[in-house]
């Protein structure tokens, strides 16, 4: 569906060096990217701000000219056929309006239905969908520019879903929403990855977006992939396992060894003690503590991924 | 998208009047200064009122037929530093149709309106000898005129590709040129004539068609058919307005988001 290779955009900045000398200094924003997705996949872009996640989507879209490398979407070129694709694809910029900032979505839509020529019945199929899973009634008329933030995004989406397309590409969908909106758009997108016609690929900064959503993930810093590959690779990748929490009645009996766990902190004198599992299954070791000491309280932590990834934004944005 | 844009710019109804007035307004005066001119002088250049007034009718007529359809194309440079031309790019229609239909100047209608008039006026005044080849030009010239203002609208354009702050820079051409084919070209003296009038080709948009239809020898020296064949000049402007668009449009940085 998507294939990039080597793939390399390259901004030119003047700086200031001296009093009128200026100075071109010559940026790889992107540094020689390969990425392969396939048909109904849902790949989380990630990486740091300026990292090159938003100048790979629009040298995936056709908005940029790639310096170097192959770009394939849907079979086609993305600059020279930029027309033939934006019918395939649907885009929605977080950042960015698609709308016209003076009509009602509902006028949008129909002016969008005129541009991408999509046939009325199949319109009204898809803009019933979208109304009913997004709950665009209550604003539909209301001029976009009154709309809030949360409305106008689930405006955002339906208008890059009218045309049926292909593949959708979502740069920062859920910036700047409120916990309510984002869930909207997170259980809209969910439900629309689970129907496997829509292939997504979506960057973000709520790494919640990530997992929730994909089950790949590539992670981009200083322009180079830096992973690729699903959140427990990650995690396996840079050591970050579930936790598993006790607190105890009475102190920790010491040499206890337990099967697939490691003890990795005690605290409150061997009241509260944590182990690092190394298995996917905390019950052997759960059961052999609670053989061998009297617990109180239990938990199974996750491994918090935000922390994975600032580790990574660190070693990428580090020595070059 | 015509309609959605009569839509959104009825939705601020006194703006709107205040516009439409404002840009019939630049028009009107544009004429008049030709009149204040042969106030002072009865023949400038070697052309009398009417004569003159005819080549003013031509430019006039030409600039906003170009400028009612492409004239917004002006708004590109903002379009390129705000990075809204994203927007544009991922719609599956050009992005000079778009540019042009974004904005759809309803405002300048009278403007049309009046530039053909003073045309048509012109084209009165003159008694002209009315020889088919002569009813063709005078249709001719003010599409070939238009259709060489927006090659140059397209050009004074896409130079906010490579500068993104190009400012005024693109308007000396376009409204520039508009005011230097509004005057006999004989006027203008030196180099200047040189560059503007002919390496630039702004005499083809309103001098020599004028000549050809007042039936006039060239006092600059032209054979007779340069005039006839006058709107021809819009052709390789409109390849060379292409040409620099595509490859602006490739050279389009977007911005950080």
Redesign the interface.
């Known amino acids: 569906m998507i294939r990039i290779e080597n793939v390399r955009k390259d901004f030119t900045v003047r700086v200031k060096a001296g009093r009128l000398r200026r100075e071109k200094r010559v940026i790889p924003a992107v540094d020689g990217v390969t990425l392969t997705i396939e048909a109904g996949e849902m790949v989380g872009y990630i990486g740091p701000n300026g990292a090159g996640k938003s100048t790979t989507l629009k040298m995936l879209t056709g908005v940029l000219a790639p310096s170097a490398g192959e770009v394939s979407v849907c079979g086609l070129r993305p600059v020279p056929q930029r027309t033939r694709l934006a019918l395939r694809i649907g885009v929605v910029f977080g950042q960015r309006s698609q709308l016209w900032w003076d009509l009602p979505l509902r006028e949008s839509f129909g002016l969008l239905r005129h541009i991408y020529r999509v046939p009325p019945a199949e319109h009204d199929a898809r803009l019933r969908r979208c109304r009913a899973l997004l709950g665009l009634d209550e604003f539909l008329d209301t001029p976009v520019r009154q709309l809030s933030l949360g409305q106008r995004m689930r405006g955002e989406l339906t208008a890059a879903l009218l045309h049926g397309p292909e593949i959708l590409f979502l740069d920062e969908p859920t910036i700047g929403l409120d916990v309510v909106s984002k869930q909207a758009v997170r259980s809209f997108l969910g439900e629309l990855g689970r129907t496997g016609d829509v292939t997504l690929v979506l960057t973000t900064h709520d790494l919640a977006d990530i997992e929730r959503l994909c089950r790949r993930l590539v992670v981009i810093g200083r322009g180079r992939v830096v992973h690729d590959g699903t959140i427990e690779a990650l995690h396996a990748r840079y050591g970050s396992r579930r936790r598993l929490v006790v607190d105890l009645e009475t102190p920790l009996p010491t040499g206890l060894v337990l099967p697939g766990a490691s003890l990795t902190s005690v605290e409150a004198d061997g009241h509260r003690v944590t182990f690092a599992l190394e298995e996917s299954s905390a019950g052997a070791a759960v059961a052999a503590l609670v053989a061998a000491a009297p617990v109180r309280d239990l938990s199974v932590v996750e491994p918090d991924i935000e922390d994975v990834v600032a580790r990574l934004y660190a070693g990428a944005s580090g020595a070059p | ?1 015509v ?2 844009k009569f ?2 710019v009825t ?2 109804r006194a703006s709107f009047t205040f516009e439409v007035l404002g840009n019939l307004g630049s028009t009107v005066l544009d004429v008049l200064t030709v009149f204040v001119l042969f106030r002072a002088a009865t023949v400038v250049g070697g052309f009398t009122l009417a004569e003159a007034v005819l080549m003013t009718g031509l430019a006039v007529a030409g600039f906003v037929l170009c400028d009612a359809v492409v004239g917004n194309i002006d708004d590109l440079k903002k379009y390129v530093r705000s ?5 544009i ?6 992005v000079l149709p778009q540019l042009v239909f974004l904005d759809l100047p309803i405002r300048k209608v009278l403007r049309v309106a009046f530039g053909l008039t003073v045309y048509g006026v012109a084209l009165r005044a003159n008694h002209l000898d009315w020889t088919p080849p002569r009813v063709l030009l005078a249709v001719l010239a003010p599409l070939g005129g238009a259709v060489f203002f927006g090659a140059i609208f397209v050009l004074s354009a896409s130079v906010a590709f490579w500068w993104v702050d190009s400012g005024e820079l693109g308007n000396g051409f376009t409204y520039g040129g508009r005011d230097f084919t509004a005057y006999p070209v004989s006027v203008y003296g030196g180099w200047f004539r040189d560059l503007f009038a002919y390496a630039l080709g702004f005499a083809f948009v309103s001098y020599q068609p004028a000549l050809a239809l007042l039936g006039r020898g060239d006092p600059l020296g032209l054979p007779a058919w340069a005039g006839f064949a006058a709107p021809l000049v819009c052709l390789p402007a409109t390849l060379v307005a292409a040409l620099v668009w595509r490859s602006g449009v ?5 911005t ?2």
């Open positions: 998208m309609a959605g839509r959104s939705s601020y990075g809204t031309l994203d927007t790019l991922l719609r599956p229609l050009g490739r050279h389009y940085r977007s950080g988001s």
